[in-house]
């Protein structure tokens, strides 16, 4: 069964931070790369952050120096630390595999970042 669980989204002001966490399903997580990606209204999904099985990361310029990726294997859970949140990281966060799988079953339903003041 396809599962992805994004929380931890929220309101927070200029300058503030966040962490999301995603929880999967064994079947998506397990070996694979996985990433964190972002929409924001009127705009297409981004890719904000991947993380390899095996630890190697990248990052978007955009995000880069404030975000952190991390992976928890023995929770089948993807993290993204965010610091330094400025009003253009508002959007709504998912998490998928990398390259990400198109079907709608493997986006969740995301969860909402907000950045103002």
């Known amino acids: 069964q396809v599962q992805l669980v994004e929380s931890g989204g929220g309101l927070v002001q200029p300058g503030g931070s966040l962490r999301l966490s995603c929880a999967a399903s064994?079947?998506?997580?397990?070996?694979?790369?996985m990433a964190w990606y972002r929409q924001a209204p009127a705009k297409r999904r981004e890719l904000v952050a991947t993380i390899s099985s095996g630890g190697s990361i990248y990052y978007a310029n955009s995000v880069k120096g404030r975000f952190t990726i991390s992976r928890d294997n023995s929770k089948n859970t993807v993290y993204l630390q965010m610091n330094s949140l400025k009003p253009e990281d508002s959007a709504v966060y998912y998490c998928n595999k990398y390259p990400p799988v198109p079907e709608a079953a493997y986006w969740g339903q995301g969860t909402q970042v907000t950045v103002s003041s």
């Open positions: 064994w079947s998506i997580f397990s070996g694979n790369a």
